[in-house]
């Protein structure tokens, strides 16, 4: 390409053969319309299907398509950041490849760019096609991270933005294996706006993000942005060394006075229960960060390419 690009769209596919011909062509017809030199960044998360034909096929015959080909999967946030870190654009648009985020709605993320924002971030107004059970959990999980965590999380907002490539630059640095991106670009600041869109429905196939998926997401996002739940031990310990003080002289009397309270195996069996699970779980919160640390202390590479990018990329 002669001139760099202004705007890079960056999508991670995993087994979206089905809908990626159409991704693009709705992708093209937006970008098209910009008027500014574009790139399309997809990222095929270690597909299984004909996923990265389909895409090599694209770029060979479109210059504005850069595929990126994981040599296995790594999932969606990892894929996202292979994308960003190979996008040369002036803002940078994520985008999922399953057309939920409809990219009509990139012009609007675009202008607000154009007004001085440097994060622009779409909130679903409306989700289609989605159970009950996945916008009960996904909306109650915003509430959450917000919260317990020091950071301000715009609610009901995924990863479909834009970023100012001052931002994309600042997150290309933190290298953290656990990934959450909508928590790490609240966290580096700038001037920030939300875009209200609604959320259509699949093009085809099912979500990837199962359950075990999206509680593991959920723990990335806890456990990156907060330590409440290593002071949970610290809480509990308090409270219940405190009853246990309160409780120590009314026994010593309910035992002088002759009374028969207290006594016998069931109440022993339920306060050991009790602190024989509130312990194990303090270890499990403890293993949840240690787990995480040793990771990032073992500094593997993020993702491995199946192959180098066409055409060398700056810096990597
Ligand atoms: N995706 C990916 N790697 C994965 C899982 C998903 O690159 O391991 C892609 C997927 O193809 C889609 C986007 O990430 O374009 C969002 O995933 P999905 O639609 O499964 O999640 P949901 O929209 O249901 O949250
Ligand atoms: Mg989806």
């Not at 292979?82 to 996008?87: E, T």
């Not at 979500?207 to 075990?212: E, I, N």
């Not at 009397?253 to 309270?261: F, H």
Request: net charge positive; charged share 20%.
């Amino acid at each position: 390409m002669s001139k760099p690009p202004v705007y890079s769209v960056v999508a991670p596919v995993y087994n979206e053969a089905e809908t990626i011909p159409e991704f693009i062509a709705r992708t093209t017809a937006v970008m098209k319309k910009m008027g500014e030199p574009w790139e399309l960044v997809i990222v095929d998360d270690g597909s299984k299907d004909r996923t990265s034909k389909i895409i090599q096929q694209h770029a060979a015959k479109d210059k504005h398509i850069h595929p990126l080909l994981f040599a296995r999967n790594f999932g969606h946030q990892i894929a996202v950041t292979a994308g960003m870190d190979h996008a040369l654009g002036q803002a940078v648009i994520l985008i999922d490849g399953d057309l939920q985020d409809p990219p009509e709605v990139i012009p609007e993320l675009i202008a607000n760019w154009r007004d001085g924002y440097e994060v622009v971030y779409a909130v679903r107004r409306q989700r289609k096609g989605e159970s009950f059970f996945k916008r009960f959990t996904a909306s109650a999980f915003y509430r959450l991270i917000n919260r317990i965590t020091e950071i301000d999380i715009p609610l009901d907002a995924g990863d479909f933005r834009l970023m100012d490539r001052r931002v994309v630059d600042v997150l290309n640095q933190m290298r953290e294996h656990h990934r959450f991106l909508r928590g790490m670009s609240a966290w580096v600041g700038f001037r920030q706006v939300g875009v209200p869109y609604d959320r259509a429905a699949r093009f085809a196939g099912e979500t990837h993000y199962t359950l075990g998926r999206m509680i593991r997401l959920a723990l990335t996002a806890i456990t990156g942005f907060s330590f409440f739940p290593l002071q949970l031990a610290t809480y509990l310990g308090f409270i219940s060394a405190g009853i246990a003080l309160l409780a120590i002289p009314v026994v010593v009397y309910l035992r002088l006075v002759g009374s028969a309270a207290f006594f016998g195996q069931a109440t022993t069996l339920i306060a050991v229960l009790f602190f024989g699970g509130a312990q194990l779980i303090s270890l499990g919160i403890l293993g949840e960060y240690i787990g995480r640390l040793y990771d990032e202390a073992r500094g593997r590479p993020l993702y491995i390419l199946r192959q180098p990018p066409e055409e060398p990329k700056k810096g990597k």
